[in-house]
């Protein structure tokens, strides 16, 4: 039988008397299920379709969740490589997207430079790196691991913009030891899942090179994070509306979440952009943070329409994307130069815990975003 939500605890202290995280807990504790306005409730009601109440979609789902047990199945194919002495396997994930590097330390085998120059090239072609088996990583350690890639950024990147909404969750739990983190809960009384197509922080004038994230606790199935290859996003656009958008700009605007003192952030961004370090081209348009095109192109609204719904269409194609699924320990690096993500929010009740460092540019006169049509690949 499900419990009392009262009776959940939170996943850290911090929330047991959050005004926000009380807030959202209300709905549950008055039975109510997840609202269908959002992914997690409306995958809720598909797989409990006839119940009424939080308490019987809770006894629904938990019964058939608690079946679960965990096991190993398949046949897996990876390329062998040995770096630095390090017998490492490398498992594409999806043809265009994504390695998962096995057979490594985070904590102890980077010590040398020509490991993390191997791994920032692999990072460089397949734009998603999984590590598995990393729960043993302190906070602490997880930072000196994004350093050797980057500078550590805020929890959003640059401080020309510092988030302090107290609308956004994961702006609730603090890491005193690493206070640049982004902690993500999500539990049974107040679930919570970014679960739609967007790129780190582009409101920013200058958003995050890449992006890390740790997994603490995962769902048994469910809670994946998916990303997409946007160079294969610009690539799939018809060639008459490459030549359209290439050189125009996009506004990027944030949501209440992202406040500072009471201010949305925005800012302006081309839609073809230059990687800095390849040269390629990706779309650099979501529809999580892009509302229309800079005002100056004076493109009419039906126009402007059809080609944001255009290149919508190319967001989460299967052929472009790799799904993550989450284990205790993994970590996932991506390059937000040429990725989006988005979180399956299919994943409630059961609990999720993820901690999350942003990476910038060392090179701060690559850090804005920029479209050079003589680069290669335009």
């Known amino acids: 039988m499900s419990r009392n939500a009262k009776e959940v605890r939170p996943q850290d202290e911090q929330l047991a008397n959050n005004p926000l995280y009380l807030a959202r807990r209300e709905r549950a504790e008055q039975d109510k ?3 269908r306005g959002d992914s997690l409730g409306a995958v809720a009601a598909t797989r409990a379709p006839g119940a009424k109440t939080r308490s019987e979609m809770l006894d629904q789902l938990l019964a058939e969740d608690g079946e679960l047990i965990e096991g190993h199945f398949g046949t897996v194919f990876y ?5 630095c002495g390090v017998e490492l396997k490398l498992e594409p994930i ?6 998962v590097v096995h057979g ?18 692999l990072w460089l072609k397949r734009h998603v790196v999984v590590f598995r088996n990393q729960n043993h990583l302190t906070r602490e350690q997880m930072a000196e691991f994004a350093e050797r890639f980057g500078a550590i950024g805020a929890p959003f990147g640059e401080r020309e913009h510092v988030p302090n909404s ?4 994961n702006q609730q739990i603090k890491a005193p030891e690493v206070p640049e983190m982004l902690i993500l809960p999500s539990d049974e009384a107040v679930p919570n899942a970014a679960a739609s197509w967007h790129c780190d922080a582009t409101w920013q004038p200058r958003p995050p090179m890449g992006s890390i994230l740790m997994c603490r606790e995962a769902p048994a199935v469910g809670g994946d994070t998916c990303f997409c290859n946007s160079h294969a996003m610009w690539e799939g656009l018809p060639k008459g509306t490459k030549e359209r958008v290439r050189h125009l700009t996009a506004v990027h605007i944030g949501s209440v979440g992202h406040q500072m003192d009471g201010v949305t952030p925005e800012a302006v961004h081309p839609v073809a952009r230059t990687h800095p370090e390849t040269g390629r081209t990706s779309l650099y348009v979501q529809q999580g943070f892009v509302k229309h095109f800079s005002p100056e192109h004076g493109i009419p609204e039906d126009e402007a329409g059809a080609l944001l719904r255009q290149m919508k269409l190319q967001e989460g ?6 799904r993550v699924k989450w284990e205790v320990g993994s970590i996932a ?5 040429s990725v989006l993500h988005a979180a399956s929010g299919d994943f409630w009740p059961q609990r999720r815990f993820m901690e999350r460092l942003t990476i910038l540019d060392r090179n701060e ?3 804005a975003p920029y479209y050079d049509p003589s680069a290669e690949g335009a």
């Open 317 to 322: 194609r299967p052929e472009y994307t790799c």
């Open 104 to 121: 490594i330390d985070l904590a102890r085998d980077l010590e040398n430079p020509e490991m993390v120059s191997f791994l920032r090239e």
């Open 333 to 337: 690096m991506w390059d937000n130069r």
């Open 365 to 367: 006169s690559r850090r």
């Open 94 to 99: 999806q043809p265009v997207i994504g390695t």
């Open 33 to 35: 299920p997840p609202s």
């Open 79 to 83: 390329r062998p490589v040995t770096v």
């Open 166 to 169: 107290p609308y956004d969750l």
